[in-house]
């Protein structure tokens, strides 16, 4: 026995349908509002902002709305800013290296030489503890340690190891990068541990009965299919670096520059239109940099 349906009610429900399917495609821009808006007050406006900003003129008590490209022109045409820009990138490669160095080997032996997931667990937090404090005061606790009179300098006296105290510890390219390694290390680690905690342990039984040594499955199994996470803590290493002005500031003593201390120092000296044109150069150079590092490995695997 077959239902029949009125005409009346067939077409009613036939134009419910219709503006249901009409009215559907508006769901997900409701849904990405929140997001888009949020990105759109906290991000694009300030980067507008601050693109805009970089085209006006200053003197030593005011900032002139106007269009001009004397910020620019000043600042790629002045041999110091080469300088500064070159050693920021020094800086950053210095800690990159020490950095993927580090947290490679720590992800390593926490993912395969760490047998049980609490232990993981434990040890991973154990790596986090330093993160519960501030960066500065991280930072200053260096300072004693790595000083001319310092704990450092006073052991390594004290074994006659050195007849004197070594000077390039502290307030040096030294202190700089070490401070660097210290506080940025963490976000190298955390990603690489994740990459290395998705690979099939099987592949490595497979290249293990195939007859490949440790080193040969390091490099040919667990190093490419790491590669996703490398690249996400090199951007966040090298971003973090290229940005930082405090550690420069405070590791250094003041005897070197960076790109992110140079704007620090323009935006106290109430430059901004200065600091801004710094800011959109620094802004192009680690895109370009993030851009580079996208291209080489595909993150959307880690995703």
């Known amino acids: 026995m077959t239902a029949t349906v009125h005409p009346t009610t067939a077409d009613a429900q036939a134009r419910r349908g219709g503006a249901f399917r009409r ?11 929140p997001l888009a ?7 694009v406006v300030p980067i507008v902002t601050i693109v805009v900003v970089s085209f006006w003129d200053y003197d030593s008590v005011r ?33 990159w290296v020490f950095t993927l160095l580090i947290g490679f080997t720590v992800a390593y032996f ?18 986090t503890v330093p993160f519960w404090t501030s960066n500065i005061i991280r930072m200053i606790s260096w300072i004693p340690f790595l000083g ?9 006296l004290g074994m006659g190891v050195v007849d004197r105290p070594l000077e390039f510890l502290l307030f040096s390219d030294f202190s700089v990068v070490l401070a660097f390694v210290h506080l940025y290390t963490l976000f190298m ?35 490419p299919l790491t590669k996703p996470g490398i690249a996400i803590g090199s951007i966040f290493v090298v971003t973090l670096v290229m940005g930082d002005f ?25 430059h901004y239109p200065a600091a801004a044109a710094n800011a959109v150069v620094l802004l192009a150079v680690v ?8 291209r080489i490995v595909d993150i959307r695997k880690e995703l």
């Open 287 to 294: 895109l370009l940099m993030v851009v580079a590092m996208l």
């Open 110 to 127: 926490l993912a395969f030489h760490v047998r049980t997931v609490t232990w993981q667990m434990v040890l991973f937090l154990v790596c």
């Open 23 to 33: 009215r559907l495609p508006v769901a997900p821009y409701l849904q990405a509002a």
């Open 37 to 43: 808006l949020t990105l759109l007050v906290f991000l």
């Open 189 to 223: 680690v955390v990603p690489i541990f994740n990459a290395m905690m998705r690979i099939d342990r099987a592949l490595i039984e497979a290249a293990r009965d195939a007859g490949a040594s440790g080193a040969q499955i390091l490099w040919n199994v667990i190093l």
């Open 148 to 156: 001319r009179n310092g704990l450092l300098n006073q052991a390594l």
């Open 63 to 95: 900032v002139i709305p106007d269009f001009v490209l004397t910020n620019y022109e000043e600042l790629l045409g002045s041999p110091v800013t080469w300088k500064t820009y070159l050693n920021t990138l020094r800086y950053a490669a210095l800690a």
């Open 246 to 270: 405090i550690t420069v500031r405070l590791m250094s003593g003041g005897q070197s520059a960076s790109v992110g201390l140079m704007i620090a120092n323009e935006i106290a000296l109430l």
